[in-house]
């Protein structure tokens, strides 16, 4: 039986859970999974480059060999890998783990592992399986085939060449050239495409000239823009195939290669492994700061990580994606690109600790300038750059537009309760952002005189009509950054349905045929066993359960489901197993993580907000004992 003790109790244990988490430093910083994609690639870079220098064999070989060791511990049943020890064997990691072992000519040791492995890849498809994975996006499927081909397991001219070239352009031409890689992807662009023309130069005297040409201004671009960690998105796959691709044409003493080789050397984990990318410290805390009730805070930590979050805020134009000043990366390392997920975090974070500081103020209203630059003319929000809309990475999406129009209403309300403002405050087209029903409240509200104010009311028009009409014909969105490995097509409406729903309930707009829509889909979503998981009929876990019972608070029909998801996540955490993590993170070209403060965050937040609908929920004669 859901009683409030057993609600409260269980809110209790999951907070203090996360606040054990918070880091010396004030905020959090989570832990990613490690990665046999990770390790396979840093394995492979640290081998070539041995076969280069010999003299680094000493500094290399126990970090060969330690990966390797991993490898053959995690290799899954089938005889393949997944991108992380819980996700299920895919044909991409599985190659490169093989072309790894097969590389470094550890047969010997491994004669069981690489035998195994070489049937799965066979089984999947081989190197035509990667190409028909990935298709006309060439991100990913031509740095795998490439690292295979430095293994010797395909000859070069096997694989696309990349127009290497076009990294000479200055950054506002990209959009318009349709390049065949995603807007992120421009260093893998520029080494990888210089390896392919080195191995396997054009036949055509006059491309080859033009491609030797660029070699020089594109090694610079390059350069230029690597971030001082090395890392280029402080990720280990991205870094490792620029290094190594630099490394097979002789580059071993460029500088790109060598802060690319401390880069994996500094990222390594004690048990020989590489996580996808460092940590996502800004991205787990706004959703740690989202997920915990204001009044749980003590003001000397609110304080402290207000002033964290607020100097991770992108002050300059990015020198990767050219993004302008404004926005927030997922990490606070140099590695981190602004976005348009981290950013509606940190506004909606910085909102709710210090909405009353003026440093916050400024802040936020720089960052919703950013994201009101950023919006599409299909009026989504795409994740980095604005008008890149050929390859699926690049496009606007639901969950990134849903989430940030509930960041420019928490900045809506903010600009409404200036009492400069308080004319027209209590205008009821106002305060339910009906925008466009009231033009005169347009023309005489103070506040509807910002031209930011403005273009927000529009941006928000244009958000809600891209959500209508991406819903599909069930009430599902699908989203950009998270899966689900059990579904079939490993898509997670589950959880594009949970931040859809969060931005309708934020507009008080869920009595809106698409909102309800949702709704009715997401209840009938739930499991027997009260949990949701990211798809009809797949198993229920604490990340997709805490998230489904958040969204639905605010729909009264869905008071039964709420009751039944609460009570399966309290027997979560009073038998501790709600810190299980499940792979739904879906990183740069598909690949799966798992990040180990998912679960807690997302039991607070459910918790949190189910105690603010306690009336509704709890059977308030019956106290549970067992708590």
Not at 334 to 356: F, H, M, N, Y
């Amino acid at each position: 039986m859901l009683t409030l003790d057993r609600l409260k109790s269980a809110r209790d244990v999951s907070l203090r859970a996360l606040f054990a988490e918070m880091s010396p430093d004030g905020h959090w910083v989570g832990e990613l999974s490690s990665s046999p994609l990770s390790t396979a690639t840093a394995i492979a870079t640290f081998q070539l480059t041995i076969g280069r220098q010999p003299d680094r064999t000493a500094a290399f070989q126990p970090l060969i060999d330690r990966g390797l060791g991993w490898l053959a511990e995690h290799q899954n049943p089938d005889g393949g890998w997944g991108d992380t020890v819980l996700s299920h064997s895919n044909i991409s990691t599985s190659m490169l783990v093989y072309a790894s072992f097969h590389m470094t000519k550890s047969h010997v040791k491994y004669a069981t592992v690489i035998e195994r492995a070489m049937s799965h890849v066979t089984e999947r498809g081989g190197f035509e399986a990667i190409r028909k994975r990935y298709g006309k996006d060439h991100t990913f499927s031509v740095p795998i085939l490439t690292q295979c081909a430095l293994a010797g397991l395909i000859p070069w001219n096997q694989i696309s060449p990349l127009p290497f070239e076009l990294g000479c352009l200055p950054h506002g031409f990209f959009r318009w050239i349709r390049l065949p890689v995603v807007s992120y992807a421009l260093p893998a662009l520029i080494a990888i495409g210089q390896a392919r023309h080195f191995h396997a130069p054009s036949r055509n005297p006059i491309m080859r000239w033009f491609r030797q040409a660029a070699i020089r201004p594109t090694l610079k671009k390059l350069q230029s823009i690597q971030p001082e960690s090395g890392g280029f998105l402080e990720a280990t796959p991205l870094t490792s195939f620029v290094t190594m691709s630099l490394v097979s044409m002789g580059l071993t003493d460029h500088p790109v290669t060598q802060l690319g080789m401390k880069f994996l050397i500094d990222s390594v984990r004690p048990d020989g492994s590489w996580p996808i990318d460092t940590d996502l410290a800004t991205w787990v805390t706004t959703l740690s700061i989202n997920a915990i009730a204001r009044e749980s805070w003590n003001e000397k930590d609110a304080d402290h990580v207000v002033e964290w979050l607020i100097g991770q805020q992108h002050r300059r134009v990015h020198r990767y994606t050219n993004a302008a000043p404004g926005g927030w990366a997922w990490t606070n390392l140099s590695g981190g690109v602004p976005d348009a997920d981290d950013t509606p975090g940190a506004i909606l974070a910085l909102l709710k600790l210090r909405p009353e500081s003026e440093v916050v103020r400024e802040a936020v209203e720089s960052a919703i300038a950013w994201l009101l630059n950023l919006q599409n003319a299909d009026g989504g929000w795409p994740t980095f750059c604005r008008g890149w809309g050929l390859l699926p990475f690049d496009r606007s999406t639901p969950d990134l537009t849903a989430h940030t129009l509930r960041a420019i209403r928490a900045w809506m309300r903010l600009y409404e309760s200036n009492p400069e403002s308080a004319r027209t405050a209590s205008d009821p087209s106002v305060d339910s952002l009906q925008f466009g029903n009231s033009p005169e409240s347009v023309r005489n509200g103070g506040h509807r005189k910002s031209p930011l104010f403005r273009r927000a009311s529009k941006a928000v028009e244009s958000g809600f009509a891209f959500l209508a009409r991406t819903q599909r014909p069930d009430g599902t969105w699908l989203p950009l950054w998270f899966g689900n490995q059990f579904a079939s097509d490993e898509e997670n409406p589950v959880y594009g349905v949970a931040k859809g729903l969060a931005a309708y309930r934020d507009f008080r707009k869920l009595d809106d045929p698409v909102a309800l829509l949702s709704a009715n889909w997401l209840m009938s979503a739930q499991n027997e066993d009260g949990g949701w998981g990211g798809n009809l009929r797949t198993p229920s876990s604490v990340e997709e359960t805490a998230l489904s019972v958040d969204a639905l608070l605010g729909v009264p029909a869905a008071d039964a489901a709420c009751r039944r998801g609460l009570s399966w996540l309290c027997d979560r955490v009073f038998d501790g197993s709600y810190r299980q993590t499940a792979p739904i993170g879906l990183y740069f070209a598909k690949l799966w993580y798992f990040e180990r403060l998912y679960p807690i965050i997302f039991t607070v937040s459910s918790l949190n907000r189910s105690l603010e609908n306690a009336e509704r929920l709890v059977d308030s004669s019956s106290v549970d004992s067992n708590t």
